[in-house]
Nanobody, 127 residues
Framework: QWQLVESGGGLVHPGGSLRLSCAAS????????VGWFRQAPGKEREGVVC????????YYAEDVEGRFAISKDNAEKMVWLQMDNLKTEDTAVYYC????????????????????WGQGIQVTVSS
């Protein structure tokens, strides 16, 4: 029984920063893919940043590399998304996701090979 619980969302001004946290329970994170997706109204859900514990690859969506960074702690079973220099276009519901072992970050963020989803948390960037 896996569960992913996001926290840390909210309202920020353009140019501000926010850190999202994802607390995972139910199994080991070590060799799984982990990542963050987002969905804005009227748009499809997209992979934002994903990481593979198998090959150490990181996948970035367009326009987030250099602004967003993913990190994790396998022992604590935590995943974070650090978001800097936020833009209004970043406004969306953000979802934590965990995928299978033995896969690349591309398989999670691009191919949506997701095993478990968080419930989502709102991030609003507005002046």
């Amino acid at each position: 029984q896996w569960q992913l619980v996001e926290s840390g969302g909210g309202l920020v001004h353009p140019g501000g920063s926010l850190r999202l946290s994802c607390a995972a329970s139910g199994g080991a994170l070590d060799f799984r893919t982990v990542g963050w997706f987002r969905q804005a109204p009227g748009k499809e859900r997209e992979g934002v940043v994903c990481y593979s514990g198998t090959d150490s690859s990181t996948y970035y969506a367009e326009d987030v590399e250099g602004r967003f960074a993913i990190s994790k702690d396998n022992a604590e079973k935590m995943v974070w998304l650090q978001m800097d220099n936020l833009k209004t276009e970043d406004t969306a519901v953000y979802y934590c996701a965990v995928g299978p072992t033995g896969r690349s970050s591309w398989s999670l963020c691009h191919s949506y090979q997701v095993d478990y989803w968080g419930q989502g948390i709102q991030v609003t960037v507005s002046s």
